[in-house]
Each structure stands twice: as C-alpha cells, then as structure tokens.
C-alpha cells in the first residue's frame, strides 16, 4: 500500500537523578534485544532523558534517525518534568510504559520504582494535554513491554496517518442520505484537510483526462485484475480514464499532506454524464490504501482509512443492510458457528469491494440503478460494478463519526464473515457478530450512526481502540456481552 506511512519506532528510556542512570540503561537495552528477537522494528535511542539537556539532545537524536513514532520506557522512577516535555516536543505518537522489578534478590539497589514513577508521569501528560498510548497494564517485563510496542505499531500508523491527510471530495451527498452528515471542524481538529469540490469539477476532470498517458496501461491492468470476470471488455478504456483522472488530481492537489482519500458522488446524476458507475475504481484505488466512499460519506471514507492503517489491508465500506431470513439461517447449520440469528446481518454495497476480498469477483451491473434509470432496457450506464461474495474472514466493523453538533463519536465490534452463500447480488457477505441486534439497537440506532461502515478484514478493535482513545474521542461503542447491560436498555425484557 503506497499511501499509508510507515512507522519508524524509537525506544528512549527516562531515569529520575536519584536513582541509577544505569538501571533504565540496561533495561532498555534488554527490551531492545527482546523486540529484536521477535523482529519487532525498533530503533535504540542511547540518550537516556534525566534533565531538559537531556530533552534537546533526545530530540537530535530523533531527528537525525528520523523517528517518527516513540516508546518512552521508564527503566526507573522517571523525572516526570523532562519525560512529558520530551512528549510534548516530540509531537508525534507516543507510547508510555514502565518496567517491572526483575528479582526478588535485587530489591535494594536494583529497585527501579517505575511502578510509582508512571503515576507521576500520567498526572503530568494531563497538566500538558498530553494523550500518549497506555496499554491496559503498562508496566512489564522486557518480553512484555517488546509485545506492547508491536501492539503500538498499527496505532501510532494510524495517527501518523491521519495527520498528513487529506479528504478530497466531489459533489452534495444524495437525497435522504443526511445521516452522512460530514461537519468539516472535527476534521481539522484530527489534523486532517479536506477539498470539497462539485460534480460538475468531477466531470470536467474526467473530460480532460482524454488523452492521458496511463489510461491503456490502467485499462491492461483492469482486465488482468478481472480475468474471467471481464464482462465488459469495451468499458474498461473508460474506467481507466476515471481513474488516471482521480489519480492525477490527488497528485496535483496534495499541497502540504502527504496521503489523499476521495469521498465522491457517484449517483443518481453521476451515470447519466460519465455512462458507467465507479465502483470498480472505488475498488482498485482502496485497495492500494486509497480508499474511495459512495454517496459522499466523508467520515466513512476516514473510517475506511484508519481501518488500512490499523491492518495494512483493503478495507471497503458496506451498508449495514439487511437481516438473515429464517430458512436461510436453518439450511446453514454448522455453518452458523454458535451465532444466532440476531447476530446477524448481510453487509451491502454495489461493488465497491476490492477484489481481493471476494470470491470470483466480476464485473456486472447496478441492478438497484438500473431499476430506476434504465427500466426495462438492457443495461448501458449503471454498467461497473465489482461483485462478488464476501471471503469469509475475521472482520472489524468501525466508524469514527461526527454529529450535527461536532462531536466524534466511535463504534468498533469484532467479528466474522460467515461461510454462507448470501444468495443475493452485489457485494455482500453474511456478517456475524457476537450480540449484534442489542448493538444494533443501542448503539447504531440509538446513538444515530449512519447505515455505512467501514469494514477490515482482519479483528483490528484494539489499534482502532486505542487510536481512538489517542484522538481525544470520548464515546466509544462496541458491542456489549450478553451479561453487561446498555444504558438505555430496559432492563425488564429477557434476553
């Protein structure tokens, strides 16, 4: 994927002055040997932070390795003063651990004290609006804080991420899709740019684009992807003009961010000019990072990104669609792996989906557009969409989300792509998900989340979590177990 960072870690220890400099030394020096060991990518840094000197030599260091995300280590106590400035002025991701006690026959002189140390150092990251990464328990031993700092990898990618992004969008959403709502101040409050541009800008690109260079090399590079799903051989020059269009203008439009995202109108007016539908681009361009929403959903397409981020895989973005009928649900037996059938659901979308993530994708056409703008007639400009059936797969649900009024708010629920023909059309899979009606109702309804989400192929809710948690988002939403009750949930009717 060539449009998501890549993290380059540093680990740099603190020593408060009263206790050994050598303690932090040394036990740094044995996470660093633990993470090389596990082939975790790691970078020693050897100031070790006692006093502000110490501060501007560590940030020398750093930029002279060129690190961009930071395990600080508190080998002993820690000076809690030098430890957050060094946060502060570091600006970037930060993970914030401490070492445990090594041997009961070493508790005189080899006593650290980090244990109380963190406690200082978090009421000082409050004192200076600080948001480091805390792992649930952030305190270990070297093989352990080693696992933490894999454990950070994909959360500070995806912080990294969102502060050289920019959200490049075409066109008003459609009508009756509001719930897309996209309020442009939380996005500059992540760090993150956004273009807003009309369709008619759109068109004139795609216009313009005419005689790009790449467009036969896109179109050889479209039927290659599809295989036996090329279904329309004679559409693809055109798709590939879409996309060198799209690409050609992220590259000219970039400015100051370093990554672009699109968030596009891609109907109803959409094929009437461009004569085809744009979900196979969506498809293509997500699954090199570059995630492309429908309908304008600004905080789907963020979503999405994070998602990649989090995974360093193709995400999609699929309405959360429809329930599973009951004979389906009975003619699936094992193949329901426990699941009920409320904890199911069949996730949506035209043909967005790359297709990688799909079993014997091919290229169709958009049977609920074509009911409404070719009616009767065989199918001509809702031609291009990317079908197929969802791989099973572990999956992640997510979407970070603004309201009318400018607060984010986030849900994260972890499960599975089920091994069962949807019988349906598009890009759809059977989801399920471990008490999904009760978040259903309490979370998505009740907390009025749009019908997209974001998906990752993989179980990514703890980097998404904890990035989340980075960003300063106070709601946060997962799917509750059976025994743990929502608030808004009557506690009077059996589950």
Not at 27 to 36: G, H, L, M, P, Y
Not at 108 to 113: E, H, L
Not at 251 to 256: I, Q, R, T, V
Not at 291 to 309: F, H, K, N, Q, R
Request: glycine content about 8%; aromatic content about 8%.
């Amino acid at each position: 994927m060539n449009n998501i960072p890549t993290v380059t870690m540093g680990l740099i220890a603190v020593s408060r002055d009263c206790f050994p400099v050598e303690l932090s030394r040394t036990r740094r020096q044995k996470v660093a040997a633990a993470a090389a060991g596990k082939k975790i990518d790691l970078i020693e840094l050897d100031t070790v932070i006692e006093n502000e000197g110490d501060v501007l030599k560590a940030l020398e260091e750093i930029a002279a390795k060129k690190i961009n995300a930071l395990a600080v280590f508190l080998g002993n106590f820690g000076p809690e003063g030098p430890t957050t400035l060094l946060m502060q002025k570091f600006g970037g991701p930060v993970l914030l651990t401490a070492a445990a006690e090594e041997s009961g026959d070493n508790l005189i002189g080899g006593r650290g004290d980090a244990y109380c140390g963190m406690l200082n150092a978090s009421y000082n990251t409050g004192l200076r609006g600080l948001r480091p990464c805390l792992p649930e328990y952030p305190v270990g031993t070297a093989i352990e804080i080693a696992e933490m700092i894999r454990d950070f990898h994909p959360v500070a990618r995806i912080i990294l991420g969102l502060k050289k992004l920019k959200i490049f969008s075409f066109g008003p959403r459609p009508q009756d899709f509001l719930a897309c709502n996209a309020p442009v101040k939380p996005l500059y409050d992540l760090g993150v740019e956004i273009m807003e541009n009309s369709e008619l800008d759109l068109y004139d690109l795609y216009l313009s684009a005419a005689g790009n260079k790449d467009i036969d090399a896109i179109a050889r590079d479209m039927a290659k992807e599809l295989g036996a799903g090329n279904t329309y051989p004679p559409l693809l020059n055109h798709l590939a003009r879409y996309e060198s269009c799209l690409l050609a203008f992220l590259e000219a439009n970039l400015g100051a961010s370093e990554y672009g995202i699109f968030a596009n109108k891609c109907w109803p007016s959409f094929e009437k000019y461009f004569k085809f539908v744009p979900c196979f681009v969506n498809s293509r361009l997500t699954a090199r990072g570059m995630p492309v929403s429908c309908e304008v959903d600004i905080y789907g397409t963020l979503s999405e990104y994070m998602a990649a981020c989090a995974t360093l895989t193709a995400p999609t973005l699929l309405d959360i669609n429809n329930t599973v009928p009951a004979d389906m649900v009975k003619a699936a037996g094992s193949g329901m792996k426990g699941y009920r059938q409320t904890d199911l659901f069949m996730g949506f979308h035209c043909g967005n989906t790359a297709s990688s993530c799909l079993v014997n994708p091919a290229m169709k056409h958009q049977l609920i557009m074509h009911r409404l703008m070719e009616p009767g007639k065989d199918p001509d400009i809702t031609r291009g969409t990317l079908e197929g059936r969802l791989k099973p797969s572990e999956i992640t649900i997510f979407r970070l989300q603004s309201t009318a009024d400018t607060t984010l708010r986030s849900y994260m629920a972890q499960g599975e792509i089920l091994d069962i023909d949807p019988r349906s059309f598009g890009g759809i899979g059977v989801f399920g998900i471990a008490e999904m009606g009760r978040f259903y109702r309490h979370v998505l309804i009740e907390k009025r989340f749009p019908h997209h989400t974001a998906v990752a192929f993989a179980h990514a809710g703890r980097a998404l979590y904890e990035a989340v948690k980075m960003l300063g988002v106070e709601e946060i939403f997962y799917n509750q177990p059976k025994e743990e009750r929502y608030g808004s949930e009557n506690p009077f009717v059996k589950k």
